[in-house]
């Protein structure tokens, strides 16, 4: 993985070398990738990026070096928000509408990356537990690249997505019990199997793809980031690479030590990041059986709470839940008035966004960005129809 010279873990601080297969640190903690940015940085400007290819492989000098497993993932459009940032009197809204990714979500992302980095190491079989988006975007990227996919998914994951891991010829292992179970079940099976692990921060190169969404949005916004970003987090990934790619572009010379308030948006039914950050612990606690209909958010035990915890506190932002009938109306107000078809993940950062202007947190002068991370039309059985 040339470009990339070691990684270390964001935990413990831990450096590894470069190594094709690697998972994470001794102790638990996720690993980043480290690049020799002295070196690239001089003819890696913003500036030379305009006639690139229009996926998150434009961004190469920052991504391992392989050859890439492509399905025009990345390069999402950013949209200003006007008839949604009316009646919450904020003039500068945008939605990043990662819905436009290959099998609707932003999984697509980390997918990209790491099947390129994994079969260029030679693995030949994959497996993950994911609440469903992930598994989707697995199946179609190992298909691709023509490589197994094996799927570890709860009992209760939306009969779209079961559907669609099963028609990009993923294998599919439904397991009772939230997403904490499918884990603990494929680790189990694991050992038989030799299957590589590309589950959720047991491999450094899905961050890698998701930290595309940071690149793309100082492109788009000029390298003026903007005040406030509001994630729907779950596991963590995608809030966490948006973090990873502003240190890294802070060393590039893309954007100065300004950081955006990051906000961290669950629902109401599974909201162990909001428990904790009330009550200002440093990790979160695990939480009974999550309930929403926000599938992605259904993660009662997130592996880096810790970290997420201190990235939004660092950053100065905040962490709100949000009730599923907040997000049904969220998900109205951005299909009726902004004609974007959001996932109840998506839908829920607009229903934060309006907690947030109500207790007075976000000020109309500030520039707003909220993460549509999913597409609206998988999830039409749990939205329901429209009123
Ligand atoms: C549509 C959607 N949005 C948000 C998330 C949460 O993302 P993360 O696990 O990176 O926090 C997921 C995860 O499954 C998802 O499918």
């Known amino acids: 993985m040339a470009g990339i010279i070691s990684f270390h873990c964001a935990r413990c601080g831990r450096e590894r070398a470069s190594a094709p297969a690697l998972t994470t640190c001794q102790c638990g903690g996720p690993l980043w990738a480290d690049y020799d940015i ?10 030379s990026l305009a ?8 961004y190469r000098e920052m991504l391992p070096r392989c050859e890439p497993v492509r399905l025009g993932e990345g390069f999402t459009p950013l949209l200003k928000a006007c008839r949604a940032g009316k009646p919450l009197g904020l003039p500068n809204l ?18 990209s990356v790491a099947v390129s980095a994994a079969r260029a190491a030679g693995v030949k079989a994959l497996a993950i537990a994911s609440a469903g988006n992930a598994a989707a975007s697995l199946s ?5 690249a023509g490589l197994e996919a094996h799927c570890y998914v709860p009992d209760d994951t939306p009969r779209i997505v079961l559907e669609e891991v099963k028609a990009y010829g993923g294998r599919l292992y439904l397991v009772e019990g939230p997403l904490s179970e499918a884990g603990k079940k494929l680790r189990a099976d694991l050992p038989e199997h030799g299957w590589f692990d590309i589950s959720t921060f047991r491999e450094p190169f899905r961050l890698e793809g998701k930290k595309t969404m940071g690149y793309e949005l100082a492109e788009q916004m000029a390298g003026n980031l903007p005040d406030w970003i509001l994630y729907p987090t779950g596991g963590g990934m995608g809030l966490m690479g948006l973090w990873k790619s502003f240190g890294e572009m802070e060393k590039l010379g893309w954007i100065d030590a300004r950081r955006p308030r990051m906000v961290a948006v669950q629902a109401s039914g599974c909201a162990p990041l909001v428990q904790a950050f009330e009550k200002g612990a440093k990790e979160a606690s695990p939480w009974g059986r999550p309930d929403t209909i926000a599938v992605g958010l259904r993660v009662p035990v997130c592996a880096v709470s810790d970290l997420l915890l201190k990235i939004l506190r660092e950053s100065g932002g905040s962490a709100v839940a949000v009730e599923d009938g907040e997000i049904r109306r969220a998900s ?23 907690i947030l202007r109500e207790r007075g947190d976000v000020r109309e002068s500030e520039r707003v960005v909220l993460f549509n991370t999913g597409w609206g039309g998988k999830y039409v059985d749990s939205l329901g129809p429209p009123e």
């Open 94 to 111: 945008w939605i990043k509408d990662e819905s436009r990714n290959p099998t609707g979500t932003f999984k697509a992302r980390g997918s």
């Open 51 to 58: 006639g690139r290819d229009q996926d998150l492989w434009r």
């Open 38 to 47: 002295e070196t690239v940085r001089d003819g890696f400007r913003m500036e």
């Open 332 to 354: 109205l107000t951005l299909s009726r008035q902004e004609g974007i078809g959001a996932s109840p993940e998506g839908a829920a950062t607009l229903a934060a966004l309006q």
């Open 140 to 144: 179609a990227y190992a298909a691709r």
